[in-house]
């Protein structure tokens, strides 16, 4: 059974750094897609950045230059490391990860992350 957990979230001031870690078990991160999405109150959940099991990174427009998104295949963890955070980037985080073979999804549970002063 595959089960995500995300931790890393929390309160930080704008301009501060954040970094997010979500750890998988039941899965082969290696020929998974691994990816972060964001929701924020009001609005629709956005793809935040996605790094797929070949190694080729995506990352949302407004998060280019500021967030980085990484993996370790043998802890089977997904990082996103958030630099030069703004407001604008509260929201809950999710993991998700996709099996590159069946294309089966898998979401955490999420987690919070508010950027104010």
């Known amino acids: 059974q595959v089960q995500l957990v995300e931790s890393g979230g929390g309160l930080v001031q704008p301009g501060g750094s954040l970094r997010l870690s979500c750890a998988a078990s039941?899965?082969?991160?290696?020929?998974?897609?691994m990816a972060w999405y964001r929701e924020a109150p009001g609005k629709q959940r956005e793809l935040v950045a996605e790094?797929?099991?070949?190694?080729?990174?995506n990352l949302a427009a407004s998060v280019k230059g500021r967030f980085t998104i990484s993996r370790d295949n043998a802890k089977n963890t997904v990082y996103l490391q958030m630099n030069s955070v703004k407001p604008e980037d509260t929201a809950v985080y999710y993991c998700?990860?996709?099996?590159?073979?069946?294309?089966?999804?898998?979401w955490g549970q999420g987690t919070q992350v508010t950027v104010s002063s």
């Open positions: 790094l797929t099991a070949g190694g080729n990174t």
């Open positions: 039941g899965i082969i991160s290696s020929i998974w897609n």
């Open positions: 998700s990860v996709k099996s590159v073979v069946t294309a089966r999804a898998y």
